[in-house]
Structure formats: structure tokens, C-alpha cells
């Protein structure tokens, strides 16, 4: 499901419970292949959504070493295979380490990135040349787990703006290889954090204890 997707379910059962349109956004898009928190802020509260989308992310998930796709995760084809077995632990030690800190990285192609008032991934799709410049982002703390390498886990705090799926080709590049995005969950955003929040459909019962569920 998408974000706005979540928005409008929220905002249906709001209105079954209450007959009243109240404004609702959330604090942060996910990407359609993510999971995890999303932060929706309704009311008068709408007014705080770029204070809580200005607030660090912590991401959990693992890239996949030795290919690559044009949208850096599994929402495009492999186009490029690299063997990774000769890159040694040292080498991903090497390479963690140089995310740490301030970064300029290039957000995918397959982005909500706005050129020329189109949205970046709506030209990819279309086959259409995409230019995008690189982005400062800040990385504070960035762990690897190599256990089932090619498949690397990774646990990820960085400030908005940060695509998880760039640091993931980004990754591959640097080790002079290829990576992808193969899952991601968005763990908290700021202090609010995935363990403490609701399930949709939880959400939805709570706001419509008499009701039936609502259809997609």
C-alpha cells in the first residue's frame, strides 16, 4: 500500500465515525516496496508535518550485492550483474565507514523528485533521459551485518531526505561492484518510533468499534 493510500483510510473511517471532513497528511512518504512507520498528522496538527518530517530516521533492512536495477530496489528489473565474491570484509568495513558524516548522493531516477513540475519517475518510466544533482543528507550511525553476505543488513540513522535506495547503489559502486535495495522498513522518525504504533487495520477498529472494515 501507499502512503496516500494509508491517508485515505484513515480519513473514510474518520468521516464513518464522525460524519465530519477533517484534513489529514502524513510526515513522510515510504516507498511503495517499504514498510514501517509513517507518522499522520490530522487537524490543526497538519501545520507541525514539515517539523516531523525535518526530524532523523532510523531504517532498518539489507541491500543485495552484485546487481543492480534502474529504480535501485525490486521495482525494476536486474539489468546489471557484478560477481561480489572477491570483496573482502575489510573492503565493506572501508566502505560503511565512508557513509558516516555529511554525504551529497543522488536521489534514483525512479523518485518523487520534481523536474520541470514532472514528477522524476513518471519521465523514467516513460523511458525519458533523468538528470537529477546530488543532495546533502547527514548520516550519524550506520551498521552492517554480513552474515548472509552477498545479502548485507544494515541499520541506518540519517536526516530527511536521505534515499535509502542511492546508499544502496551508492554501496555497490564504492566497492566497484553493484547493489540493490531488497528491503526496508523506516523504524522511528524522531523519538516516535514503529514499536509503539498502530497496525492500519487496528487503527481503523479503534475509529469504527460498530462498523464492518472498511474494503480497500
Known amino acids: 500500500m501507499t502512503s496516500f493510500f494509508v491517508v485515505d483510510r484513515i480519513k473514510r473511517a474518520i468521516w464513518r465515525s464522525s460524519k465530519q471532513k477533517i484534513k489529514i497528511g502524513h510526515a513522510g512518504t515510504l516507498d511503495p516496496l517499504a514498510s514501517g512507520l509513517l507518522i499522520l498528522c490530522t487537524g490543526r496538527m497538519t501545520k507541525k508535518i514539515d517539523d516531523y518530517q525535518a526530524r532523523e530516521k532510523h531504517y532498518t533492512g539489507h ?37 558516516l558524516g555529511y554525504q551529497e548522493l543522488v536521489p534514483p531516477a525512479h523518485s518523487a523528485v520534481k523536474i520541470g513540475g514532472k514528477r522524476a519517475y513518471t519521465l523514467a518510466r ?49 566497492l566497484g561492484n553493484a547493489a540493490y535495495l531488497s528491503a526496508l522498513t523506516r523504524q522511528k522518525i524522531g523519538e516516535y518510533a514503529l514499536e509503539d504504533a498502530w497496525e492500519l487495520d487496528e487503527l481503523i477498529k479503534i475509529l469504527n468499534p460498530f462498523n464492518p472494515p472498511l474494503e480497500p
Do not use: Q, W
Open 63 to 99: 541491500f543485495t550485492l552484485g546487481a543492480s536495477t534502474p529504480s535501485y530496489d525490486l521495482e525494476t528489473e536486474v539489468i546489471e550483474f557484478a560477481d561480489p565474491t572477491g570483496i573482502s570484509l575489510d573492503a565493506l568495513e572501508n566502505c560503511r565507514k565512508s557513509f
Open 126 to 174: 516513460n523511458g525519458e533521459e533523468v538528470v537529477l544533482a546530488a543532495k546533502p543528507i547527514y548520516i550519524s550511525e550506520m551498521t552492517i551485518n554480513t552474515e548472509h553476505f552477498p545479502r548485507i543488513g544494515f541499520s541506518i540513522h540519517c536526516t530527511k531526505g536521505t534515499y535509502i535506495r542511492s546508499i544502496a547503489h551508492e554501496f555497490g559502486r564504492r
